[in-house]
């Protein structure tokens, strides 16, 4: 039994984000990060075909319980008397709990028949009618948030004294439970499986140190407890703080969902999030994103766009060693002004002197032509805007 993901998109680039002919992939020269763990390759792949250098740190890892006897004790305590509503809150959860009460032989499925079974979303709607159930009502934001506010408006009709079984999804959804409780229901939680590190915490690590290095584009979350343990694992290393401020100046957090963006969110981080909560429209979110923060210049008569780790010059892309890219990057971010060669120093990667910038300047223009930077005599650099 597997934890939920959203759905993957088609396997092909979509029209919208494929580039002209002949131009560089649109995510070419950026670097991503992905922090899930089930179905990684797949949103892997979609991101490395459109271009993007694809960073694997998965955050969390799940542990089924088909076998737990935490399981079998939440499913008795179902069946110990009739059930008046069910939360099914993932498909692969739900279906997962169907398929170990009938390896038990225990009678779940008969026995939630004259229960209403309410959705959080198609996957759990899907799993509901495949396992012989009628789903009763599904919310159009596949939000648990949604699901809480349809049962507390008292569509369901009065909750006091009545017992409600949800099914719960790597997370205990505890204002989602205390809110019901405080009804006056008798809420039975179903842990169908939960999340812990993961068994190589390095990757993650390694994460937490680039992230503050700036060293990726973006980091993609596709469930909210792999956002949650990024952010415990950056605090244990001393560096939540300077996580969260990456993540808002800098870093772009892509989150698959407002549920996914939950632990973000409560931290200070805005995330960007696509229209549904799918694979293949993270993909294409990330694909919107990233683009539009670096803008297209027009320099010694070419169109430059400065990006992660390298550019792009007319349809050209152009890897640059990180001197020359931090040199690069400074300039195009005041383009036409003059920078000195002081504050290009003090952003060369690993410290530096004057020299070296010289250096990454000369190699600048053996890589972009000798047009696009200029040298002001004993004043610094500029691009040739």
């Known amino acids: 039994m597997t934890a939920p993901q959203p759905d993957p998109a088609p396997a092909d680039a979509s029209p919208a984000d494929a580039p002209p002919a002949g131009a560089p992939a649109p995510l070419a020269g950026y670097t991503v990060a992905v922090t899930a763990a089930r179905r990684r390759e797949e949103l892997g792949a979609l991101l490395d075909r459109r271009g993007a250098r694809v960073v694997y740190a998965p955050a969390i890892r799940i542990v089924p319980l088909a076998d737990d006897a935490e399981l079998v004790a939440a499913t008795e305590a179902v069946l110990a008397a009739p059930v008046d509503l069910v939360v099914a809150t993932t498909g692969v959860g739900f279906r997962g709990w169907l398929e170990a009460a009938e390896a038990w032989d225990l009678p779940l499925v008969e026995h939630l028949r004259t229960a209403r079974v309410l959705a959080r979303g198609p996957k759990a709607r899907g799993a509901i009618r495949g396992g012989g159930l009628v789903d009763a009502w599904s919310p159009a934001s596949e939000s648990s948030a949604e699901v809480l506010e349809h049962l507390l408006s008292g569509a369901e009709g009065p909750l006091e004294g009545r017992r409600v079984a949800v099914q719960l999804h790597g997370d205990p959804l505890p204002d989602f439970v205390e809110a019901l409780r405080a009804t006056?229901?008798?809420?039975?939680?179903?842990?169908?499986?939960?999340?812990?590190?993961?068994?190589?915490?390095?990757?993650?690590?390694?994460?937490?140190?680039?992230?503050?290095?700036?060293?990726?584009?973006?980091?993609?979350?596709?469930?909210?407890p792999a956002a949650a343990s990024l952010l415990s694992v950056a605090a244990e290393m001393g560096q939540h703080d300077a996580v969260v401020a990456a993540l808002t100046g800098g870093v772009l957090p892509v989150a698959v969902g407002p549920v996914t963006a939950g632990p973000l969110e409560a931290a200070g981080v805005a995330t960007v999030q696509p229209e549904r909560s799918r694979l293949g429209a993270l993909a294409r979110e990330v694909v919107a994103r990233l683009p539009e923060r670096d803008p297209v210049l027009d320099v010694g008569g070419a169109r430059l766009q400065v990006r992660g780790y390298a550019a792009v010059l007319d349809d050209r892309l152009v890897e640059l060693p990180p001197g020359s890219m931090?040199?690069?990057?400074?300039?195009?971010?005041?383009?036409?002004?003059?920078?000195?060669?002081?504050?290009?120093?003090?952003g060369l990667p690993g410290g530096g002197d004057g020299h070296a910038v010289e250096m990454a300047v000369t190699r600048l223009r053996a890589a972009l032509g000798p047009g696009l930077v200029e040298t002001v005599v004993k004043r610094g650099y500029r691009l040739a805007v």
């Open 326 to 346: 931090a040199v690069l990057r400074a300039l195009a971010a005041r383009p036409g002004a003059v920078v000195a060669k002081a504050d290009l120093v003090r």
């Open 184 to 224: 006056g229901a008798e809420v039975l939680t179903v842990p169908v499986y939960r999340w812990v590190l993961p068994d190589d915490v390095a990757p993650l690590r390694r994460l937490v140190t680039t992230v503050v290095a700036r060293g990726v584009d973006a980091v993609t979350f596709t469930s909210a």
